[in-house]
Nanobody
């Protein structure tokens, strides 16, 4: 089992930037594809981005391409989400997740099987 704890959320004005962090503990961190999901009020949870076990491959949903960057540190057991050019529509609870199987490109295909953090609120004001 993997325990995930997000941090870095908050209130930010349009354009941003903001960086989310996710600290992992438990099993070997490098065995997991790491994923960021988000859920806006009244909407379903959606994938934002994912990164492969060694960090060599990434996936981004179209709405964040060119603005968000995912990265990981397999020594520190951390995954990060750098968010730039934030928009009000990026307002959501952001969840860190870890999957022991699959690849980064397919983490958005339900059902997601893995572990979840508790989420951190990101609010972007215009």
């Amino acid at each position: 089992q993997v325990q995930l704890v997000e941090s870095g959320g908050g209130l930010v004005q349009t354009v941003g930037p903001l960086r989310l962090s996710c600290a992992a503990s438990g099993r070997t961190f490098s065995n997991y594809v790491m994923v960021w999901f988000r859920q806006a009020p009244g909407k379903e949870r959606e994938i934002v981005t994912a990164i492969s076990r060694n960090g060599g491959n990434t996936y981004y949903v179209d709405s964040v391409k060119g603005r968000f960057t995912i990265s990981r540190d397999n020594v520190k057991n951390m995954v990060y989400l750098q968010m730039n050019s934030l928009k009000p529509e990026d307002t959501a609870v952001y969840y860190c997740a870890a999957s022991p199987s699959g690849t980064a490109q397919f983490m958005g295909v339900p059902p997601f099987k893995g572990y979840w953090g508790q989420g951190t609120q990101v609010t972007v004001s215009s």
